[in-house]
Every structure is written in C-alpha cells, then in structure tokens.
C-alpha cells in the first residue's frame, strides 16, 4: 500500500468516526430537541408554561374538563377532584387532582400530560403544577395536587380554533423507579416538591 492510500483510508476512517460520532449525540439530543419543538409549537397537544397569567381577560369563556390515568405499574389512585371549570380566556384557573398511594412502600410518581383537542396545545399555560416534579407518596399517603393554569387571549386570534369550546386537560402517572433508587441510594429524596398530605 502506497502512503497515498494509507492517507486515503485514515481519512476515511476519521469521517466514518465523526459520522458515527454525530449519530450517538444526535440520538441522545433527540428526546431534549423533541420536547422542546413539542412546547415551542405545541404539538400533539403539549402545553405551556408561564410566570405569570396574562391579566386580560377576555370574553370567551372556555370550560376545562380534567382526566386521569394511572400506569398499571403504579399502584395509585388518582382522580380529578373537580369535572370541569369554566375560565375566560386570560383568566387564571386553579383545579386539584387527588393522589393516594395504596401500596406498602414509598412510591415516587411523575405525571405526564397533554390537552385537547392537540390543536390548542399552543394556547393551554400552565403557571404551576404538580406535574413540573416528581411526586413521592409514603404507604397509604394521600395528597392534594394542585395545577394554575390559563387559556392564552390569543387563541381569539387563531380562526382554526373558533370552533374550540371545550379542552380537556389530562394526565398520566408513571412510577419513576430511577427516582426511587436516587432515593434508596443516597438517604434523599428525589421529589424536588413534596405534595400537600390530606390525610
């Protein structure tokens, strides 16, 4: 083999490792890029966050109903403690959802969420929510969860969403079994807000 080629074939080699390179840390940026597009352009019905709710309100008046779901891996019950509110656009709205840990053990939860119809992901802010952290539940411990949201005004603006007068925001929780071993190992807890005990 020439030095030519060996020059061509290392080169080769280098380009195939910076291409293999680029791969790995593009698999690894996939799920932090995906999140971020999902929030930026609230797509498949991811909402958003805000400091703060606008403060003008409109006159539309949209009503918010709330679903619940529990992974059957986690031993939970978890219900909304209202149906539905009614807000105008730019109002705040506050609503509570229920969490009760029926196992014999310390569980560590986090909630998924989405709205809709996905349509209106965009315009669904979230101020606070339980659903920013995870949530740890001692055996048999029941807590309040507490979510501010608002509807942003500019919806009114959108004409594909004239016809939206209903949004149902929903959440599922998972067991954060990572969360839990954070815990086992290292004595603390890995729930960055612990939830307000009703019992």
């Given amino acids: 083999m020439t030095d030519r080629s ?41 909402t958003q966050r805000a400091e703060t709710a606008p403060g003008a309100v409109g006159d539309r ?68 929510c339980f659903c920013f952290s995870q949530q740890r539940l001692e055996p048999g411990q029941t807590a309040e969860l507490p979510v501010t949201f608002f509807v942003d005004p500019d919806i009114v603006k959108d004409r594909n969403l004239d016809d939206v007068r209903t949004i149902t925001l929903s959440y599922t929780f998972y067991r954060d079994k990572d969360a839990e071993e954070y815990d086992r190992a290292s004595g603390k807890t890995a729930a960055t807000i612990q939830p307000k005990n009703v019992n």
């Avoid at 060996?6 to 593009?26: E, P």
């Avoid at 031993?75 to 609503?95: C, D, I, M, N, Y």
């Fill in 61 to 128: 008046v949209i009503t918010v109903r709330f679903n619940a779901d529990i992974d059957p891996n986690l031993p939970w019950r978890f219900e909304p403690e209202q149906t539905a509110v009614s807000v105008k656009v730019g109002q705040q709205g506050l609503a509570y959802f229920k969490a009760t840990n029926l196992s014999s053990e310390a569980i560590v939860g986090q909630a998924l969420f989405n709205v809709t119809p996905l349509k209106v992901g965009l315009y669904f802010d979230k101020v606070q």
């Fill in 6 to 46: 060996n020059r061509r074939n290392a080169a080769t080699a280098t380009i195939l490792a910076g291409v293999f390179a680029g791969m790995v840390g593009l698999s690894f940026a996939a799920v932090p890029l995906y999140r971020l597009f999902c929030q930026a352009t609230g797509y498949e019905g991811t």
